[in-house]
T-cell receptor, first 116, second 115 residues
Framework: AQKVTQAQTEISVVEKEDVTLDCVYE???????LFWYKQPPSGELVFLIR??????QNEISGRYSWNFQKSTSSFNFTITASQVVDSAVYFC?????????????FGAGTRLFVKA | DAGITQSPRHKVTETGTPVTLRCHQT?????MYWYRQDPGHGLRLIHY???????DKGEVSDGYSVSRSKTEDFLLTLESATSSQTSVYFC??????????????FGPGTRLTVL
């Protein structure tokens, strides 16, 4: 069965600090996808990144970076030099590729507070 | 922005009444999903659809049913609403592309309160 664990319920940092959000997943499939989404205080859900199980290359996009390690079933998200606008809830999600559809499970989310 | 709307956006109802939430998309995407969001639980999958009349259960499907009679609409029904179904409900769509799995696009959410 699929499972996504985001053990950090809330994180509070001061602006310009680096912060890492942890995501650990469980799946029996060899082919799967991982995602990160952001939910700012306004409530909408915004896609950040997608990674498939065959691509362990880390990715950097501006101040955001992602570290995917299959050996530890983790897909962690780091924000460098955090800003107040980064304050949001961040969700990690896992999608299995199955014949009936792409069932997607989300973690419970990590609420990030960035203080000025 | 993905063309996805939810209606109603807010609803207050009483225990025992039926409630139907509608998700409408203009993107012609194959896959549609219903989630509920509750504090401490994040987003939990209720039901999803992989085509017209093709649906399957998610993690928390008890007390909910869905229907998809046409590509653009995915309806979520609470047959007899209970207070435990007070939540924010999100619909999501996903394009089906051969060879890759695309991201989901989410609707604005429906806040449902069951008194």
């Amino acid at each position: 069965a699929q499972k996504v664990t985001q053990a950090q319920t809330e994180i509070s940092v001061v602006e310009k600090e680096d912060v890492t959000l942890d995501c650990v997943y469980e799946t029996r499939d060899t082919t799967y996808y991982l995602f990160w989404y952001k939910q700012p205080p306004s409530g909408e859900l915004v896609f950040l990144i997608r990674r498939n199980s065959f691509d362990e290359q880390n990715e950097i996009s501006g101040r955001y970076s992602w570290n995917f390690q299959k050996s530890t079933s983790s897909f962690n998200f780091t924000i460098t030099a955090s800003q107040v606008v980064d304050s949001a809830v961040y969700f990690c999600a896992l999608s299995e590729v199955n014949p009936g559809g792409f069932k997607t499970i989300f973690g419970a989310g990590t609420r990030l507070f960035v203080k000025a | 922005d993905a063309g996805i709307t939810q209606s109603p956006r807010h609803k207050v109802t009483e225990t025992g009444t039926p409630v139907t939430l509608r998700c409408h998309q203009t993107e012609n995407h194959r896959y549609m999903y219903w989630y509920r969001q509750d504090p401490g639980h994040g987003l939990r999958l209720i039901h999803y659809s992989y085509g017209v009349k093709d649906t399957d259960k998610g993690e928390v499907s008890d007390g909910y049913s869905v229907s998809r009679s046409k590509t653009e609409d995915f309806l979520l029904t609470l047959e007899s609403a209970t207070s435990s179904q007070t939540s924010v409900y999100f619909c999501a769509i996903r394009e089906g592309t051969s060879g890759i799995l695309n991201e989901q696009f989410f609707g604005p959410g429906t806040r449902l309160t069951v008194l």
